[in-house]
C-alpha cells in the first residue's frame, strides 16, 4: 500500500512535499554519494569550543523534560534540519470526539515551547541548523502534530512572554495532511511472538551498536497507520549498496515482530556529517516478508528523486 510522504512525521512531511519527491515504482537501491553542499564549516563560539552537530544532541536531549526522546540532525536539499520526535504523555491517547481539537493544541503548544528551548540552550544551535522539525505523538505513539518552524521565527532569551508565545504558535504549523490516528492499528489479538515498540527499539538499537549520536529509530501512528523512521549513517564518502543494504536487513529483523505492524519503513541513510544520501521506503508487507531478496525488490526511492 503506498503512501504519500506528506502525510508523515516531520522529515519528508515538511521537508520533500517541497521538493515533491514522489516514487510509487518498486526498484532495487543503487546507494552512492548524492551531490551535496559541504557540511557548515566549524564556528568559534566564544573563542574557544566549536559547533560540531553530533556534540550537540547529546546536550539537547538531556535537556528536554520528557523520557521518550529522539533528537537527530541531518542536511537536505542544501538545509540544516534538527529533528524532534517527542512522547507526551499529558496528551490523551483515547480521545473522545469533542477532545480532539484539545490534543492538538496541547500538542501545538508543546512544540512551540520545545522549539525555543531548542533554539536557545546553546549558542551552536543557531549557527549549526536552520529548521526545527519536531513530531508530538501520545503514549500510544499516536501523532498529534508533525510540523517545523525556521529558526529566524524563534524568539531569543530563556522565557516567552504571552505575545511571544502566541506569535511562535502562529509559526509552528502542523502538516495540513496530518488527521487524527487510527483507531486500533493492528489485529485485535496480536500474534505470540509479536514484540512492543519498546522490544524493538532495544533490538534495533543493539544491531546497529556502536552508534553515533546521530542513529535513532522512533514509531509513528497516523491517519495512514504505523510508520517507523529510522535514520543511520556511514562516514565513509563513497558509499555502496554494501554498506547501506545490511542496516536494511537489521531493520527487517527487529521490525518484523512490532504489533502494531508496521505500514511503512522511512529509512533515511547519511554520512557522517549528517548530510542525507538516500531516502527510500518499504511497505509493512515486502518488511514482513521471509525473503530479503523480497525487500531489497520492494525498496521505493524517495530521495533523490528517481529519474523518469
Not at 136 to 143: F, G, K, L, P, T
Amino acid at each position: 500500500m503506498a503512501k504519500s510522504p506528506i502525510s508523515l512525521m516531520v522529515l519528508l512531511a515538511v521537508l520533500l512535499t517541497a521538493c515533491g519527491a514522489r516514487s510509487e515504482q518498486s526498484q532495487t537501491p543503487t546507494v552512492g554519494p548524492v551531490s551535496t553542499p559541504a557540511a557548515p564549516a566549524t564556528v568559534e563560539v566564544g573563542g574557544a569550543s566549536r559547533c560540531e552537530p553530533n556534540n550537540l544532541l547529546s546536550q539537547l536531549k538531556d535537556d528536554i523534560p520528557y523520557s521518550q526522546v529522539s533528537l537527530l540532525h541531518n542536511q537536505l536539499l542544501a538545509v540544516r534540519y534538527l529533528n524532534l520526535w517527542v512522547v507526551y504523555p499529558d496528551l490523551n491517547s483515547a480521545p473522545a470526539a469533542d477532545e480532539v481539537e484539545a490534543n492538538h493544541a496541547q500538542a501545538t503548544e508543546l512544540a512551540a515551547r520545545l522549539s525555543h528551548l531548542l533554539a536557545n540552550d546553546h549558542p551552536c544551535v543557531r549557527v549549526s541548523f536552520e529548521q526545527i522539525t519536531m513530531t508530538i505523538v501520545d503514549s500510544r505513539y499516536n501523532a498529534w502534530f508533525v510540523g517545523g518552524i525556521g529558526m529566524e521565527d524563534i524568539p531569543s532569551g530563556s522565557d516567552l512572554t504571552e505575545d511571544e508565545m502566541a506569535t511562535l504558535k502562529g509559526h509552528v504549523v502542523s502538516s495540513a495532511a496530518l488527521q487524527s490516528p487510527v483507531e486500533h492499528p493492528g489485529p485485535d489479538v496480536p500474534p505470540a511472538d509479536a514484540c512492543d515498540w519498546g522490544m524493538a527499539l532495544e533490538g534495533l538499537r543493539t544491531q546497529f551498536a556502536p552508534a553515533g549520536p546521530n542513529v535513532d529509530f522512533y514509531l509513528v501512528i497516523d491517519q495512514d497507520g504505523a510508520n517507523v523512521w529510522a535514520q543511520w549513517e556511514d562516514s565513509n564518502p563513497g558509499q555502496t549498496s554494501e554498506s547501506f543494504l545490511p542496516g536494511v536487513l537489521a531493520l527487517q529483523t527487529e521490525l518484523q515482530c512490532l504489533n502494531p505492524p508496521v505500514d511503512v519503513l522511512w529509512m533515511v541513510y547519511t554520512d557522517g556529517a549528517g548530510r542525507v544520501s538516500v531516502v527510500m521506503a518499504a511497505d509493512g508487507e515486502a518488511l514482513r516478508n521471509p525473503d530479503p531478496s523480497y525487500l531489497v525488490d520492494h525498496l521505493r526511492v524517495i530521495y533523490p528523486e528517481p529519474s523518469s
